[in-house]
Each structure stands twice: as structure tokens, then as C-alpha cells.
């Protein structure tokens, strides 16, 4: 059975999710822990836990859900995956992390070296995340859905009574409302969300609204 701790990391406040069952597994999805002292928050919960990372998972690439990728992946050697139309964000993460008054050194981006793909299954021990290819926020857009324990990781693409922007580079209202009609609505109204900012809901309350 998986379990999901989250913190929140960053002046934009990205929720960074770790995910982990009882063969002490884990990924860790958009580390967006950017100085010493949240990578030692984010570091001394795994260790404490004796969880084993094995892969850093982004549902995209915007700069705030990525600020982590290098020195996490530093700490545990561990690749990172991500889907391959949000390459642009990942050559361009310097000058956003400036945009955005934030420390960030150029050297230290990381590329993915694993490629997501729609439907693809991410095993956890006996556990799995399937990935949900969800483009309209940004280019590459994906969400982690655990059909067993009825939950989803979304990202930016569904928040609590909202939907991500799209007028950032890649972002296109048109595909973000497909992602939701065709994709994320389709699951049962129960499934927890998880979102990139904010707290927790369902699919069926953000079907309603």
C-alpha cells in the first residue's frame, strides 16, 4: 500500500510529494526544494524513514517543480523522468528561476533521462503509478494515478476549484480543458487529488464546480 508525505517548498510553494510503501521504496515527484535547509527537511524524512529513493518524477517542467531535481538526485543518485515535450522548460530553467528572483545556478539543471509516455506503469515494490499524459499547462504536462488506492497526482492541471494557467509559454486552454474532459474526468469521483499548489480534492467535487 502506498503512503503519500508532502511538503511545501519554495516562494512559489510547490507541493513536493514523496511516495513509498512497505518495501521502503520511493519516488519523489517535483522536488521543489530550493536551499540547504529544505533539502535537509526533504532528506531527513527519507532517512529517518529508511525509505530507498529510485527515481525523481516531474509532471512538468516549470521552474518551481524542478528546483530540486539536481541536488536530490545528487544525494541518491537516482535518474530523473519526465515526458520529452517539456524539453523546452528544462534549457530555459535558468532564466525563469531569474525571472522569478530565485537562486538557481545554471550548471545544476538537470535533464531527464528517462522518458515518460501516456499509460506507462512506474513500479513502487508491488505497487504502480500509471502516468496520464495531460498537456495545457505547460508542454509535457503528465499526471500519476494509483487506480488500487483511488488517487492522482495532478500536477498543475486540476488545483481545489481551479485549473492551471495556460498563458505561459506551451500552455493552450484548448488542450488543458481536453486533458480534463478526456482525461482526468474520466476517473471515478472518488479519486483523491493531489495537486502541484494547494490543499487536496476529488475528482467528483471538481467535476461538480
Known amino acids: 500500500m502506498l503512503s503519500i508525505k508532502y511538503f511545501i517548498f519554495n516562494p512559489i510553494c510547490v507541493n513536493t510529494f514523496v511516495i513509498y510503501n512497505e518495501s521502503k521504496e520511493c519516488v519523489i515527484v517535483d522536488p521543489g526544494n530550493h536551499n540547504i535547509g529544505e533539502d535537509n527537511i526533504l532528506f531527513d524524512y527519507i532517512e529517518k524513514n529508511q525509505l530507498k ?75 504502480e503509478l500509471e502516468v496520464i499524459f495531460t498537456p495545457g499547462h505547460a508542454k509535457g504536462s503528465c499526471c500519476f494515478y494509483c487506480e488500487k488506492q483511488d488517487f492522482i497526482i495532478t500536477g498543475d492541471t486540476l488545483f481545489k476549484k481551479g485549473i492551471g494557467r495556460t498563458d505561459l509559454p506551451g500552455g493552450s486552454y484548448k488542450e488543458i480543458v481536453e486533458s480534463l474532459e478526456n482525461e482526468l474526468f474520466q476517473l471515478p469521483d472518488d479519486t483523491i487529488c493531489y495537486c502541484g499548489h494547494g490543499p487536496e480534492t476529488t475528482i467528483g467535487e471538481e467535476r461538480f464546480h
Open 53 to 127: 529513493p529510485i527515481m525523481i518524477l516531474n509532471t512538468h517542467g516549470h521552474i518551481d517543480h524542478i528546483l530540486g531535481n539536481y541536488s536530490t538526485a545528487m544525494k541518491y543518485g537516482i535518474p530523473l523522468a519526465s515526458h520529452p515535450d517539456g524539453e523546452m522548460y528544462y534549457k530555459s530553467a535558468y532564466s525563469y528561476a531569474s525571472a522569478f528572483g530565485i537562486n538557481y545556478k545554471k550548471e545544476e539543471t538537470l535533464y531527464p533521462t528517462i522518458e515518460l509516455f501516456n499509460n506507462q506503469i512506474i513500479n513502487i515494490g508491488d505497487d
